[in-house]
């Protein structure tokens, strides 16, 4: 039998890493309760709720609800669930770890947004992605398109090798030559005899790059994909808006505070301190 969609999610490479993480969180924040959302198909946010003590289980087995949530729970003149009838298995959503957050106004609960797939038990695509998932389809055409852009870029450029950093979708990752770290990435572009490198990672690596092959032309890659607002995740509009100017401002008028959990706070002075060692 084929591997479920449902299957290749929960066993997505660094998702138990993530979950772990998402559990000293929880622990941390004392998060007592779990919201686990999705969007229906009109944009309301529907859900369950769970206690946190369950975290793990329904990080890996998932929450069983009525197919008719995607559409608001709405029923027909008869009173009939509209598209899905009294004898449907329910559907299984999946919570995504990474979209973990503390909600402000109701410091105990913490909530997620979630993937939705077919039961596992259906007699048609048991496990697959579900097709009423808005959300869902919208974050996949995503992962498309950003792969399609470095594919095209390919066309162009058919003897380029392509470098990808490990957090690219998996899409990108799949079509990669090298995949691998900043470091890794560099001594790569030197070792690999290609004259040509598409790189999909931020756009701060060129630099040091290029002056480890001079002699190579570096193409940044298209990850944004020709119908996304952003065209490429090297050169992101809103990392730009950080800069000296705005920082002096935030220094000297306290503006633009963002409070953070000790915890977090902890990790994030961590990569603070390296990149204020870093030397060129």
């Known amino acids: ?49 769970i206690p946190s003590d369950h975290w793990e289980t329904v990080a890996k087995k998932g929450f069983q609800l009525v197919y008719g949530a995607t559409v608001n729970l709405f029923t027909d003149r008869a009173g009939n669930y509209m598209g899905y009838g009294p004898e449907a298995a329910e559907l299984v959503g999946i919570p995504e770890p990474e979209t973990f957050m503390q909600l402000p106004w109701a410091p105990e609960i913490g909530r997620f947004y979630c993937t939705l797939f077919r039961n596992r038990e259906e007699k048609v695509d048991p496990g697959a992605y579900l097709t009423a998932d808005s959300r869902g389809n919208l974050r996949r055409m995503h992962e498309e398109f950003k792969a399609k852009g470095i594919l095209d870029l390919k066309k162009v450029y058919p003897e380029a090798a392509v470098l990808v950093h490990p957090e690219s ?15 890794q990435l560099i001594a790569a572009a030197q070792k690999l005899p290609h004259r ?26 298209p990850t944004g994909g020709s119908g996304a607002n952003c065209r490429s995740c090297a050169n992101c509009p809103w990392m730009g808006m950080n800069s000296l100017q705005n ?19 902890a990790q994030a002075f961590t990569s603070l301190e390296r990149m204020m060692n870093f030397k060129v």
Do not use: H, W
């Not at 999909?200 to 890659?221: C, E, N, R």
């Open 1 to 49: 039998m084929a591997e479920m969609d449902l299957e290749r999610f929960v066993e997505a490479p660094g998702r138990d890493a993530k979950i772990k993480e998402v559990r000293k969180m929880i622990d941390s924040l004392g998060i007592e309760y779990l919201y686990l959302q999705f969007v229906s198909v009109t944009g309301k946010i529907m859900g369950k709720g």
């Open 169 to 183: 979708p998996e899409s990108v990752v799949d079509i990669a030559d090298m995949v691998g770290s900043t470091s």
């Open 196 to 221: 040509q490198m598409i790189v999909a990672t931020d756009q701060g690596i060129f630099y040091k790059m290029q002056q480890a092959v001079p002699d190579k032309q570096l193409l940044i890659a």
């Open 247 to 265: 920082l002096r401002d935030c220094l000297k008028q306290g503006s633009n505070e963002i409070e953070v959990n000790a915890d977090i706070g």
